[in-house]
């Protein structure tokens, strides 16, 4: 009998289909628990990194069967987007057949890692029984006024006639032919997410067992801030211009104006400017940049000619304008503070205009303006306000609240709360995504298309070029339509959603995922969710997360969810990394291709540097799953990388460490076969019961905190002491404990362990065996070890019978003779038992 895991798992792996274990009945009774996995685009094929992600769930959905919960642990497949459209233009094959095929293999790696899923509730997000909900969703946020049509500036490419998603626009070109991308306002589709900003960020502090990082990037993306909206007299314009600033506390300090040049008072500012033209080339030069390009630009800005009037020193202040003030933030106005402001600051020292400081340090020290190298940023109670009449001396937090009041009472403007969250843009105008379901009439003008008439499918027969846009707009069939008012000639809305929609509530359908009559069953779903578990990868901290949030507080407020938060756990795996090589231009070089050389990689006669790099195709440093399983096994794989470090932290991978835990099952399966193979029976020893119950307290223990990797060296130091047992001879009475042991290591090793419960005359998976529960009693170790201080200081130890009894432990400590030494000659002031841990005798 020797360890061969090719020979067994894809055994086990068919019997847990066949016997469909992992399906369950959402209408039977029992202790529900919902598990879930990000659902993962198919791109494809699977590397160890993406590994990680589902071996930890799966391990995880294991332990809790064997604890008895009814586990639902679903998996699908988030499968609109754009690289099935790339794959499409670029090999001539469909979008859905690319898909479907990267489905397929998907779903076989899965099946080779062992890992177990509800096959019966999968979903594909580009199948129509799937995107009409999505479409369902879309008509009742339109109802409710929560989806609307706005413009937005796009990537357009003008050789392409087409509009281009960000990845696709590489250094300002279009990445198919090299075109510079402009941008341009077009007519589209928006969630209006700003509308739950407060509920979403409230929200965070419900979430106590979310990462804090985690949260903290939905809170900074949400970007809640108290301030002010102050209004700012402009002669010129003969009304006055809001600003909006969060620290109104330093309005006395307000040196200038500076406006967004997309403001709506711009042309009126600028119309009798001598230099009119240049601004306003300028002016359509920074419309033009993307958000990242204006932030890159570095701070630009042209002067009116006009001026405001700064409504606490009533002085004169010149109005500016700014490519640093966006236009969809506040009010798109500031007034500019550049002692206390950064940004201000380097504007003001680039255009010489003047400073004022009205913030010092607590100990009320002068500030040297001329001297300043930088704007001094006093916060909170950090700063206090000075030149600023009414409010000087105020710390700035009391400074702010006074300052708001006196606004208000003057009539100058009010106190705000304001988010940096902006509508959640759903339009895209490709291919590969749910159909909107709205219709243009020239008549009725924009109508929804009816309930009943969903699915607005998505036709397949669409020629692929990559070229003049969305190849659904040139689609006759599709476009022309019947107008669902008048009956009258009308035109389809061309345009897909985000793939992000499809995510916003998936796990909700999961729960009856074939129901054409609804989304979902608001009882059942009630009664599933929240996800009780939910896991994936960082790079979702905020945009999936924050729309499923969204998405869930909008069906809430329909009356379909009785909860706001979708997911009561998060845990967010770390990523494994591998080492690789590059050539000194940057480019990754395969392994395959390195040849050492006194020690030193090389390529040919290029020497290359070794780098650790996250796993990715396009570094070829990626482990392949199969040949490590042909080689090792699944399982070998499984507890390699649980054992590898705590799953939340990035891990190195290392192929030693492989070998170490193929090692260790090989170990674990030959004490099986000595065990089945002993002849004679006798006592076991007790130190193998003590362990065993002590290592079924901290596996326990630890799988609940994440902590795999800590319990797996707790099964490995198990199995040494039961090794150590069979080897002393033991026999047939070591088959409680080695039962356990399997029982305890299943959701790491789940083929060996089955394969070894049914060599052991078990019938029944393992996976449905009893966890293990420990014995407290048992646990307890027969002597305890005391440490033992003289005047604080550690000065020997002792060892008394369990439990340790007070008096017993000074008899030992006054029958030591090393610990007698230190108190030779000594008083003792004062003996103090701190029970079962140390004592500290006090001495003169
Ligand atoms: C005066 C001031 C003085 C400001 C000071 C800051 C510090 P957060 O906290 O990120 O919300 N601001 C307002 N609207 C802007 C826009 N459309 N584009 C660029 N900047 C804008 O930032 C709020 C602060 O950012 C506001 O408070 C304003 O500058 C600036 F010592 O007003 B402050
Ligand atoms: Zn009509």
Same mark, same amino acid.
């Given at each position: ?38 659902f993962?685009?198919?791109s494809?094929d ?37 690289p ?45 029984d ?9 008509? !009742? ?12 500036? %796009?990537?357009?490419?003008?050789? $392409? ?5 960000? @990845? ?6 279009c ?12 007519? !589209? ?5 700003? &509308?739950?900003? +407060? ?6 502090d ?20 108290l ?13 006055a ?66 001026t ?6 009533? &002085?004169?202040?010149?109005?500016w ?13 500031i ?5 206390h402001?950064q ?11 003047p ?12 500030? $040297? ?11 909170d @109670? ?15 937090p009391?400074?702010? &609240? ?5 606004? &208000? ?17 759903i ?19 924009l ?24 190849p ?37 359908r ?20 929240p ?22 507080? *909008? ?17 967010n795996?770390?990523?494994?990394i ?26 040919? $006669?290029?020497?290359?540097t070794?780098?650790?790099g996250?796993m ?10 199969? @040949? ?10 499984? %507890?390699? *990388?649980?054992?590898?470090?705590p ?18 099952l ?16 006798? +006592? ?22 994440? @902590? ?8 490995m ?45 078990n ?26 201080? %003289?005047?604080?200081?550690l ?18 400590v ?28 006090v001495?003169?």
């Amino acid at each position: 009998m020797q360890y061969r895991p090719t020979d067994i798992e894809p055994k086990w792996q068919k019997a847990w289909a066949d016997a469909r274990v992992a399906e369950i009945d959402v209408a039977a009774p029992g202790d529900k628990l919902y598990m879930l996995n990000m659902f993962p685009y198919p791109s494809g094929d699977l590397h160890v990194g993406h590994g990680r992600n589902y071996i930890l769930g799966d391990a995880l959905y294991r332990y809790f069967r064997m604890q008895g919960r009814a586990a639902l642990n679903p998996m699908g497949w988030d499968a609109f987007g754009l690289p099935a459209e790339n794959a499409a233009i670029k090999r001539g094959i469909h979008p859905r057949e690319w898909t479907l095929g990267n489905i397929g293999r998907m779903k076989a790696q899965f099946a080779r890692w062992g890992i177990l899923y509800d096959w019966s509730k999968e979903i594909a997000s580009c199948e129509a029984d799937y995107y009409r909900w999505n479409q369902w969703l879309f008509l !009742q946020l339109y109802k409710r006024g929560l989806a609307y049509r706005g413009t937005a500036p %796009v990537n357009w490419c003008p050789q $392409d006639q087409t509009v281009l998603a960000n @990845e696709q626009v590489v250094d300002g070109r279009c990445e198919r032919c090299g075109a510079l991308v402009e941008q341009r306002e077009l007519s !589209q589709w928006f969630f209006k997410i700003t &509308e739950y900003a +407060d509920r979403l960020d409230a929200g965070l502090d419900t979430l106590e067992h979310w990462p804090e990082k985690v949260k903290l990037m939905q809170r900074n993306w949400i970007g809640r801030s108290l301030g002010a909206d102050v209004d700012f007299q402009v002669p010129a314009l003969g009304h006055a211009l809001r600003i909006f600033t969060t620290r109104p506390d330093t309005i006395f300090g307000a040196t200038f104006m500076v406006l967004a040049p997309e403001h709506p008072d711009v042309q009126q500012l600028i119309a009798d400017h001598p230099d009119r033209a240049e601004i306003e080339a300028w002016i359509a030069n920074v419309r033009n940049q993307s958000a990242l390009e204006r932030q890159e630009a570095g701070k630009e800005g042209r002067f009116t000619g006009k001026t405001a009037i700064n409504p606490f020193t009533e &002085e004169e202040i010149p109005i500016w304008l700014g490519n640093f003030v966006l236009p969809q933030y506040g009010t798109g106005a500031i007034m500019s503070v550049p002692a206390h402001d950064q940004r201000d600051f380097e504007f003001a020292r680039q255009y010489g205009l003047p400073l004022r400081v009205v913030v010092g340090p607590p100990d009320g020290q002068p500030v $040297d303006v001329a001297a300043m190298a930088e704007a001094f940023t006093f916060k909170d @109670e950090n700063g206090v306000i000075v030149n600023s009449g009414p409010i000087d001396g105020l710390p700035v937090p009391r400074a702010i &609240e006074r300052i708001i009041q006196i606004i &208000e009472e003057r009539g100058l403007g009010k106190g705000t709360v304001r988010y940096r969250l902006r509508d959640w843009l759903i339009s895209r105008q490709r291919y590969w995504g749910t159909p909107i379901p709205m219709i243009y009439c020239d008549a009725c003008g924009l109508q929804p298309v009816p309930e009943e008439q969903l699915p607005v499918r998505l036709p397949l027969d669409v020629p692929f070029t990559g070229r003049e846009g969305n190849p659904l707009a040139k689609h006759e069939a599709f476009v022309n339509a019947t107008c669902p008012q008048c009956s009258g000639a009308a035109r389809r809305e061309t345009d897909t959603m985000d793939t992000f929609v499809d995510s916003s509530w998936y796990f909700l359908r999961f729960v009856t995922p074939r129901d054409d009559e609804k989304i979902f069953d608001p009882a059942l779903v009630n009664r599933w969710l929240p996800v009780d578990q939910y896991i994936g990868g960082i790079e979702h901290a905020i945009l999936h997360l924050l729309y499923a949030r969204f998405i869930t507080r *909008t069906l809430h407020d329909m009356g379909l969810l009785q909860f706001e938060e979708p997911f009561a756990r998060l845990f967010n795996q770390g990523m494994i990394i591998k080492e690789g090589f590059k050539t000194p231009g940057g480019s990754w070089v395969p392994p395959a291709e390195v040849e050492w050389r006194d020690n030193k990689p090389y390529r040919g $006669d290029t020497e290359l540097t070794a780098e650790i790099g996250k796993m990715s195709k396009s570094r070829f440093n990626v482990v392949p799953p199969d @040949e490590l399983i042909e080689r090792f096994g699944a399982d070998t794989e499984r %507890v390699y *990388t649980l054992f590898i470090a705590p799953p939340e932290k990035e891990a190195a991978w290392s192929d030693e460490g492989v070998i170490g835990a193929y090692r260790f099952l090989g170990r674990v399966w030959n004490m099986g076969a000595a065990i089945l193979n002993a002849k004679v029976s006798g +006592d076991v020893d007790p130190r193998v019961i003590r362990k065993m119950h002590q290592t079924i307290d901290a596996v326990t223990s630890r799988i609940e905190r994440f @902590e795999f990797n800590t319990a797996i060296s707790a099964l490995m130091e198990f199995s040494n002491v039961l090794g150590d047992a069979v080897n002393a001879g033991g026999g047939a009475e070591l088959r409680e404990a080695y039962e356990t042991l399997l029982k305890l290591l299943h959701p790491f090793a789940p083929h060996a362990t089955e394969e070894l419960w049914s060599l052991f005359g078990n019938d029944g998976f393992i996976l449905t065996a009893k966890w293990p529960v420990a014995d407290r009693a048992l646990m307890q170790e027969d002597e305890v070890v005391i440490a033992v201080q %003289v005047n604080g200081k550690l000065r020997g130890q002792v060892e008394v019978a369990a439990p340790p009894e007070e008096a017993s432990v000074w008899a030992a400590v006054d029958a030591n003779e090393k610990i007698q030494t230190w108190l030779a000659g000594k008083t003792i002031v004062k003996k103090i038992y701190v029970p079962g841990k140390l004592v500290n005798v006090v001495v003169k």
